[in-house]
Every structure is written in C-alpha cells, then in structure tokens.
C-alpha cells in the first residue's frame, strides 16, 4: 500500500530552526536513539565517545562547500543573482545555474559583476528552469576562485541573513571541519558532521576508532520537499558521489566494529552503490568511481552498508525524513511513528532543528 506523503509531516514552532550555529561545534545537543530497547538519551555531542567504541569506523562526506551565491548587473543595470550548481563536463568555463530574475534572461543574456571580476552569458536553457552560463573573468581566472573571493554561502532557504555581516562565520561554521577543500563540489553542506571538532575527531581515533571518506555532491535537491500525495510518487533527485577504494573495501571486508555514517548523505551514497554492485567477490582491486545515487529510501527498505548513523533533524514531508524514519526500524514501517514521537519529545524540549540545529545518534 503506498506511504501517504501526510504520514511524514508535523508541526514545528519556527523559533526552534537554528538560524546561527552553536557557539562551539561539539556543544550542539544529542539526542541517542538505542533501538533495540526503544531507550532515549539527551546528552551533548561532545559525549559521542561514550557511544563508540574501538573497532568502530564512521563514514563521512567530505564534499566542501563552494560559497555559490554570486551577485551580478545586466547591462541596463538590474540586479541578477547566479547560483552555481555544477561545472557542465568538458566545458571549462560553462556552469549549469540558477539566475534570477530567469524570464528576463533568455539564450544571449549578459550579466556582469560590478567590479569587474566576471561577466556571464547564458548560452542554454533547462527544461528544469537552470541555466547553462559561459563566464569569462580577467586573466582567465576560474569562476570557483571568484566564487571563494565574492560568493555567498549558499544557506538553506530557512536560515535568513539580511546582510552579508555573518559571512565569515557561516564561510567556516557551514563546512565541516574534515572537508577538502580541494573537492568544493558541494551546494548545501553534509550537515551532520558539522558538529565535529579536531579535538573529537582526535580523541576518537585515540579511542580507535576508524574513518572512511565519501564525497557526496550534495545538490540542491536535497531541500526539495515532497509534493506529491504519496511518497512513491515522487521523483528523486541525482547526485553524484565517489568512493574511494579504501572506502569500498571497508564496506565489503569484515570490520572489527560497527560502519557508522555521518549523515543521510553517507547512507545515500553507500546504500546506492551497493545496491548497484550487488554480490563482489574480492574487493581488492576496486577502483574509486563517480556514480549517480538516485536511491529514495523510505520505509520499509532494508540496509546493507551502515549501522548506525549520525544526523541532524529534518524538515517535513522531506525525503531525508523518510530515511530516517526507515533506518529506525528497518524492513518495516513501524519508523514511520516512532520518529514522529522522537521529534514531538525533541520539540518539546526545545531542540534546535535543521542545518544549524542539533544532532541524534541512532544505535
């Protein structure tokens, strides 16, 4: 019988979405979901050691996040805003984008930025409403090197900046401490692992615990909420991801503990490319690959690649709702109930909710 799209909403006071960052990573809330006794803890997140143990290993997406968010002029001076998305393959200098005002810039538009560093032409339409914009800057400079000095960070629609004052802090606070910076393949940051400090992450391997690297390129889509009356219907969004081979061993040779992802983007990845590689005999030889996870996971869907998973809270009708409410009880749609409990007792207590907000832990 299909899910009704209903079963996943609920109401939230929008004083609990977190509009700024705690005011250390780690002092972020945790609330523990230990599923085989049903029991809940509330601690904080500088306490998940207490949770780990040696032998465990957390996988986690070390996309960065590109401060995607440029401003610009058309030439009789109106303001347009261009979003990078992503760099369209073998192209160079050609971006798929989101520009605003889109009904006023057709095929052949220009737009420039005011001081110069770049001007923009859209050379091609989408039928999704991007745009695919060729840019040229002085000297040849990469758009994404002019994104770093000039763009904004590309918050989620529910965090509200009237100015650009509060850019340095979401430049550092909206990426994770482990991302590299080298892949700023990113439009919305893996937000579960923002709540890790160097400090933990040392502690944790000190305690033996082990890590593994995804890259996720988390797209927009990921904020895109279900419309559609029943969750079945509705068509999700692909991102690409790549895993490494160590990565890919670690998923298929026998660990001594438990593969804990670091978010619903981890799990999204990893589930996706086991699903797609089915049996493997030896994975020694693998080689790191980039893939398209087009995997929509919702209750009652099984799990072959992760244990446990760390993530923050989650909007309302939103497919990442429907992953967390599947791994709360897997191979069955009991979740579906239980996470609308575990979010009623955390609005209660006055949890910070999304991106900026507070984390759980599910054993």
Same mark, same amino acid.
């Given at each position: 019988?299909?899910?009704?799209?209903?079963?996943?909403?609920?109401a /939230?006071?929008?004083r609990?979405?977190?509009?700024t960052?705690?005011a250390?990573?780690?002092?972020?809330?945790?609330?523990?979901v230990?599923?085989?006794?049903?029991?809940?803890?509330?601690?904080?997140?500088?306490?998940?050691?207490?949770?780990?143990?040696?032998?465990?290993? /957390?996988?986690r997406?070390n996309?960065a996040?590109?401060?995607?968010?440029?401003?610009?002029?058309?030439?009789?001076?109106?303001?347009?805003?261009?979003?990078?998305?992503?760099?369209?393959?073998?192209?160079?200098?050609?971006?798929?984008?989101?520009v605003?005002?889109?009904?006023?810039?057709?095929?052949?538009?220009?737009f420039?930025?005011?001081?110069?560093?770049?001007?923009?032409?859209?050379?091609?339409?989408?039928?999704?409403?991007? #745009?695919?914009?060729?840019?040229?800057?002085?000297?040849?400079?990469?758009?994404?090197?002019?994104?770093?000095? /000039?763009?904004?960070v590309?918050?989620?629609?529910?965090?509200?900046? #009237?100015?650009s004052?509060?850019?340095?802090?979401?430049?550092?606070?909206?990426?994770?401490?482990?991302?590299?910076?080298?892949?700023?393949?990113?439009?919305?940051?893996?937000?579960?692992?923002?709540? $890790?400090?160097?400090?933990?992450?040392?502690?944790?391997?000190?305690?033996?615990?082990g890590?593994?690297?995804?890259?996720?390129?988390?797209?927009?889509?990921?904020?895109?909420?279900?419309?559609?009356?029943?969750v079945?219907?509705?068509?999700?969004?692909?991102?690409?991801?790549e895993?490494?081979?160590?990565?890919?061993?670690?998923?298929? /040779?026998?660990l001594?503990?438990?593969?804990?992802?670091?978010?619903?983007?981890?799990v999204?990845?990893?589930?996706d490319?086991?699903?797609?590689?089915?049996?493997?005999?030896?994975?020694?030889?693998?080689?790191?690959?980039?893939?398209?996870?087009?995997?929509?996971?919702?209750p009652?869907?099984?799990?072959?690649?992760?244990?446990?998973?760390?993530t923050?809270?989650?909007?309302?009708?939103?497919?990442?709702?429907?992953?967390?409410a599947? $791994?709360?009880?897997?191979?069955?749609?009991?979740g579906?109930?239980?996470?609308?409990?575990?979010y009623?007792?955390?609005?209660?207590?006055e949890?910070? $909710?999304?991106?900026?907000?507070?984390?759980?832990?599910?054993?």
């Amino acid at each position: 019988m299909p899910l009704a799209t209903d079963l996943f909403d609920y109401a /939230l006071p929008p004083r609990l979405i977190a509009q700024t960052p705690a005011a250390r990573r780690d002092q972020s809330r945790l609330l523990v979901v230990h599923r085989a006794t049903r029991h809940i803890e509330h601690t904080v997140f500088a306490e998940l050691p207490r949770f780990l143990r040696a032998g465990d290993t /957390l996988f986690r997406n070390n996309a960065a996040v590109l401060p995607a968010r440029l401003s610009a002029q058309r030439p009789t001076g109106g303001a347009v805003e261009c979003f990078l998305l992503q760099p369209m393959a073998g192209t160079g200098d050609v971006w798929l984008c989101l520009v605003k005002p889109g009904k006023k810039l057709p095929v052949g538009a220009t737009f420039a930025h005011p001081g110069g560093s770049f001007t923009g032409e859209i050379v091609a339409r989408e039928a999704d409403g991007s #745009a695919q914009v060729r840019f040229t800057t002085p000297g040849g400079e990469p758009i994404t090197a002019v994104a770093n000095r /000039l763009g904004e960070v590309p918050l989620p629609p529910y965090i509200v900046r #009237a100015d650009s004052t509060q850019r340095a802090t979401d430049l550092e606070r909206y990426q994770t401490v482990y991302a590299d910076r080298t892949r700023q393949v990113a439009v919305a940051a893996p937000t579960a692992g923002l709540h $890790f400090t160097p400090e933990l992450l040392a502690g944790l391997a000190a305690q033996g615990v082990g890590t593994a690297e995804v890259t996720l390129h988390v797209g927009l889509g990921t904020f895109k909420p279900i419309s559609t009356a029943t969750v079945e219907a509705h068509a999700i969004h692909q991102e690409g991801y790549e895993l490494p081979a160590a990565t890919q061993r670690a998923l298929f /040779l026998p660990l001594a503990g438990r593969r804990i992802a670091v978010g619903t983007t981890t799990v999204r990845s990893i589930e996706d490319f086991l699903a797609k590689q089915g049996k493997v005999s030896s994975p020694d030889g693998a080689q790191g690959q980039i893939a398209k996870a087009g995997l929509f996971i919702y209750p009652p869907r099984e799990f072959h690649g992760v244990d446990a998973l760390i993530t923050n809270f989650h909007q309302p009708r939103s497919t990442l709702l429907c992953l967390v409410a599947a $791994f709360l009880t897997p191979g069955s749609t009991d979740g579906i109930g239980w996470i609308k409990e575990i979010y009623a007792d955390a609005i209660a207590r006055e949890y910070r $909710f999304f991106s900026y907000g507070d984390a759980m832990l599910i054993l």
